[in-house]
């Protein structure tokens, strides 16, 4: 049974920076993909970015790919989401994942059923 914990959340200004953490108790974490996703109030549960095990990384939108970077340390068990220039429209729960079921696999998935763990998320607000 694995577990994710997410950090980093708060409250920031527009423009401002925030550096979500994912800690996790997988074994052999450096092997599977990993993702970020967001859900706002009233919203759908949204993809954020995802990587796989050798780094490729993918993005939800192009104003994501521009001011998100996902990343991994391996060593540490941990997945990280960088997060610049937040805007209002940011403000949601962040939620990390896991899909165990593809390990090595090259593929990142950006639908919520294709990850079969999940942490608690982390509430990001963004004031204006």
């Known amino acids: 049974q694995a577990q994710l914990v997410e950090s980093g959340g708060g409250v920031v200004q527009a423009g401002g920076s925030l550096r979500l953490a994912c800690t996790t108790s997988?074994?052999?974490?450096?092997?599977?993909?990993m993702a970020w996703f967001r859900q706002a109030p009233g919203k759908e549960r949204e993809f954020v970015a995802g990587i796989n095990w050798g780094g490729d990384n993918r993005y939800g939108t192009e104003s994501m790919k521009g001011r998100f970077t996902i990343a991994r340390d391996s060593p540490k068990n941990t997945l990280y989401l960088q997060m610049n220039k937040l805007t209002p429209e940011d403000t949601a729960l962040y939620y990390c994942a896991a899909d165990l079921r593809h390990p090595w696999g090259l593929d990142i998935r950006d639908g919520p059923s294709e990850y079969d763990y999940w942490g608690h998320g982390t509430q990001v607000t963004v004031s204006s």
């Open positions: 997988i074994h052999s974490f450096r092997a599977y993909p």
